[in-house]
């Protein structure tokens, strides 16, 4: 795996690893949603919901769109299938594993 590839995937899972994170991604889901729309859904405060947007923007899971005085965010699949695919190759072809 190479050097940027690496650390994008260490960055992906690192935000993958807060339960909040994964039902922020969870959420948007179903659409783009404000910053505000966002943290009102959780029981942290605004700053700190704010710092986990910012963590799955550093990671590239979610992409944000400056509209007026709002922030709109919004899933960014391209980053999680490069995972998914990524993690699934550890589990190599199944022919491989049977000729073991």
């Known amino acids: 795996m190479k050097g940027a ?3 994008g995937i260490q960055k992906t899972i690192k935000a993958l690893s ?3 994170r994964r039902e922020i991604l969870e959420l948007l889901k179903g659409g783009r949603l404000s910053a505000g729309d966002i943290a009102e859904k959780f029981s942290v405060s605004a700053p700190a ?8 923007r550093e990671a590239d ?6 509209e007026g005085k709002y922030i709109f965010y919004e899933l960014n699949t391209s980053v ?3 995972v998914m695919l990524w993690m699934s190759s550890l589990r190599g ?3 491989d594993q049977e000729k073991s």
Do not use: G
């Open 5 to 7: 590839t690496a650390l």
């Open 93 to 95: 072809d199944k022919n």
């Open 80 to 82: 999680l299938e490069e």
């Open 61 to 66: 899971l979610i992409r944000d769109t400056r």
């Open 49 to 56: 919901v704010s710092k986990h947007l910012s963590i799955l």
């Open 18 to 20: 807060d339960p909040i």
